[in-house]
């Protein structure tokens, strides 16, 4: 396995506080570097603005200091001295005191792991995949420091995430990262990404094999190759790109765009300006991106693959359509 860490020293040293903390110790040394745009553009579900500004980062980061840390639900410890158990698993689910969207569907049960992500779903078992979710860093992380941990904070219309201190698994704990970073994920579908602390490049973790994934997944119900599930937002491909590197300072904003699921009728559906091609398929009542979200396996056995109902045929179509819904139980068989 051929891998080159690239090692870079960064000696930016910023201490991203919350804005409305009274104290702020004389050992941040919050180093001035102007507010730099690293990325702004569509990304089909979202869109997906990252800037490099400590200022915007700071009056983003909520003071978690009074939260407790999360204590886990469900923990496989894992060997520290070796190689990863690929069953390492540390998970907390939690119920949110909201409907967060998240692709078109509204979301309440979650699951935290240790792993740098937010899975979009309840996680009950160990070995049960997690292949919905809001990642800010997605990859092997360490707890093997006392002040390791995870916080979390429902505020009523918003749900915040922080990991602290956290370091990478083998062969990246070579290098301390000691990692704090924040998500929160707004009522209205909006995903925040604010990295407060990383001792050093994130680059060095991007690599083919073990990839560090900085972004977002649905794939529930997908089936196909796994290689190329639908659904994925990995912005570290745009990192390596475009000279995005993350690190201290680094926020990443991720405002929800309509998708297919969330238009009801024939026509809404039929007309909607997405990033996808929006089609309702009349056996199912659904709309859908040509059948690519949750709903494939109905998808394809509806007969809609070859008889639906598009912008180019909605006005002859739609009413028929609609009088189908009237009579027809969509009820596919498996
Ligand atoms: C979330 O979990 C609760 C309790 O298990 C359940 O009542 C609720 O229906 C779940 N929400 C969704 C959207 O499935
Ligand atoms: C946590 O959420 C509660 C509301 O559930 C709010 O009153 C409190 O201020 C929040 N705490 C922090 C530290 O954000
Ligand atoms: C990690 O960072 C925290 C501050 O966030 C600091 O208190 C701690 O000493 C650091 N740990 C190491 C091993 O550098
Ligand atoms: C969603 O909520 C966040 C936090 O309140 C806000 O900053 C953002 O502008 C909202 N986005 C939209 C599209 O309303
Ligand atoms: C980030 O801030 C920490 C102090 O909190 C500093 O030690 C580290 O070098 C900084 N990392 C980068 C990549 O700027
Ligand atoms: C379908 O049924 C609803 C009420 O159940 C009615 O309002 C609507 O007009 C019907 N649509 C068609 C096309 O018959």
């Known amino acids: 396995m051929a891998r080159i860490l690239k090692l870079f020293a960064i000696v930016i040293s910023i201490l991203v506080k919350c804005s409305s903390c009274e104290k702020v110790s004389s050992s941040d040394n919050i180093k001035d570097e102007p507010p730099k745009i690293l990325f702004d553009s569509d990304e089909n579900y979202f869109h997906v603005r990252a800037v490099r500004d400590v200022n915007f980062a700071k009056s983003l980061w909520v003071n978690m200091d009074s939260i407790e840390k999360t204590s886990f639900d469900r923990v496989w410890q894992p060997p520290y001295d070796e190689q990863l158990a690929p069953t390492l698993r540390y998970l907390k689910s939690v119920q949110l005191s909201f409907y967060f969207p998240f692709y078109g569907y509204l979301t309440d049960n979650i699951t935290l792991d240790i792993d740098g992500r937010i899975c979009m779903k309840k996680i009950t078992y160990r070995n049960e995949k997690c292949n919905s979710f809001v990642a800010p860093l ?22 915040v995430v922080q990991w602290g201190n956290v370091d990478l698994y083998p062969p990246f704990y070579l290098e ?22 990383i001792l050093s490049s994130l680059f060095a973790i991007f690599d083919d094999d073990i990839a560090g994934t900085i972004g977002t997944r649905d794939s529930k119900g997908y089936i196909g190759n796994d290689e190329h599930p639908y659904g994925v937002i990995a912005l570290q491909e745009r990192i390596l790109n475009k000279d995005f590197d993350v690190k201290n300072g680094t926020v990443i904003v991720m405002s929800s765009l309509p998708t297919c699921n969330w238009f009801t009728s024939c026509e809404l559906c039929a007309i909607s300006k997405t990033n996808f091609k929006c089609v309702w398929c009349p056996q199912l009542n659904r709309c859908t991106n040509n059948g690519i979200d949750r709903g494939v396996k109905e998808w394809l056995s509806s007969g809609c693959v070859n008889d639906h109902v598009s912008s180019i045929d909605y006005a002859q179509k739609c009413n028929k359509a609609d009088e189908l819904e009237n009579t027809t139980i969509a009820e596919p068989s498996a």
Not at 140 to 154: A, G, Q
């Open 138 to 159: 997605a990859t092997k992380l360490s707890f093997r420091k006392d002040e390791s941990y995870i916080k979390y904070n429902d505020t009523g219309n918003s749900f």
């Open 176 to 197: 301390e990262q000691n990692v704090t970073m924040q998500v929160t994920l707004h009522e209205n579908g909006t995903i925040v990404f604010v990295y407060r602390q």
